[in-house]
């Protein structure tokens, strides 16, 4: 079937754009003036013409791990976001810089946005993994969904503007992308959404407990011969779990997600296993759901 390139729609009250091209689907929100949401949503289309060919024409780079040396320096802009959201971690773990795309994607399209008008607020949501733009006095509240398939916040977050988070993403094994770990879900907050990306995807990873029989893995190629990630071992099914495991897989993940806080990369992070909830110290929850099993105490733990 032939490509029918990018599709354009906007909703009824004008507010909302949506904007899809294979598998890049973008939902976009601008408040401001009319005339200030009308150049938005133009400069949002043209700065998505052409970005999936730009990204298809570098995929050998971008699906390949980035070494402790160097980092490579791709064409596409996109890519470059790519490279330096990943960047950071490369001397930790085997990372490629698809550990980054849809949140690349987001910060592309919103500083195209962006950069075509004076806006109070906005966002561009890539599947969950959002880039946004608060004006001096705006704020967002945003829901923490663990699981996609049913869209009740277990949490809330509220950015005001003088933050200098602009990016939140979300990774997980009950997401749309391939896990290392068993958490249900991870979010994080980040200075920008590519940021934020990668590294929801790395502290997802962590929250294992590492070998077990509740566990089925399989390697990511002989579920998408195309992924990235190639033999390395993806989560399909997690069993039961004690709740002293699940709060050792936690851990895990909690003391990989302070680090990243620490050294400057995100904000905060909250991680979801199994009813138990943990998050980093600096996290600014302003509600969150009872859990329905055993919940862990301690500093981190909410």
């Given at each position: 079937m032939p490509d029918p390139g990018p599709q354009a729609a906007l909703s009824s009250n004008g507010r909302k754009l949506h904007l899809q091209h294979g598998p890049i689907d973008l939902i976009i929100e601008v408040d401001g003036s009319p005339s200030a949401r009308a150049a938005a949503h133009r400069a949002a289309c043209r700065g998505f013409d052409g970005l999936l060919a730009e990204l298809v024409a570098e995929l050998p780079l971008l699906r390949t791990a980035l070494g402790a040396g160097?980092?490579?320096?791709?064409?596409?802009?996109?890519?470059?976001?790519?490279?330096?959201?990943?960047?950071?971690?490369?001397?930790?773990?085997?990372?490629?810089?698809?550990?980054?795309v849809a949140g690349a994607v987001a910060d592309e399209v919103g500083s195209a946005l962006s950069a075509a008008a004076p806006l109070d607020r906005w966002f561009v949501n890539n599947g969950g993994d959002i880039a946004f733009g608060l004006a001096p006095g705006q704020r967002y509240c945003t829901g923490l969904v663990v699981d996609p398939r049913h869209a009740t916040a277990a949490a809330t977050i509220t950015i005001d503007a003088d933050s200098d988070v602009r990016g939140i993403a979300t990774s997980g094994r009950l997401g749309r992308s391939f896990s290392l770990g068993i958490a249900d879900a991870v979010t994080v907050l980040a200075p920008t959404a590519a940021a934020a990306d990668a590294a929801a995807t790395l502290i997802a990873n962590h929250v294992d407990p590492g070998p077990h029989?509740?566990?089925?893995?399989?390697?990511?190629?002989?579920?998408?011969?195309?992924?990235?990630?190639?033999?390395?071992?993806?989560?399909?099914?997690?069993?039961?779990?004690?709740?002293?495991?699940?709060?050792?897989?936690?851990?895990?993940?909690?003391?990989?997600?302070?680090?990243?806080?620490?050294?400057?990369?995100?904000?905060?992070?909250?991680?979801?296993?199994a009813g138990q909830v943990a998050a980093t110290s600096a996290t600014p929850l302003t509600s969150l759901e009872p859990a329905t099993g055993p919940r862990p105490v301690g500093s981190g733990w909410r």
């Open positions: 160097q980092p490579p320096s791709p064409s596409g802009a996109v890519a470059g976001r790519m490279v330096a959201a990943v960047a950071p971690h490369r001397h930790e773990e085997l990372v490629s810089p698809m550990a980054a029989a509740a566990i089925t893995r399989r390697p990511a190629v002989e579920l998408d011969p195309d992924s990235d990630l190639r033999d390395r071992l993806v989560v399909i099914e997690v069993g039961d779990l004690t709740g002293a495991e699940i709060h050792d897989a936690l851990t895990r993940g909690l003391v990989r997600a302070e680090s990243y806080v620490e050294q400057g990369h995100i904000a905060a992070a909250v991680l979801h296993l």
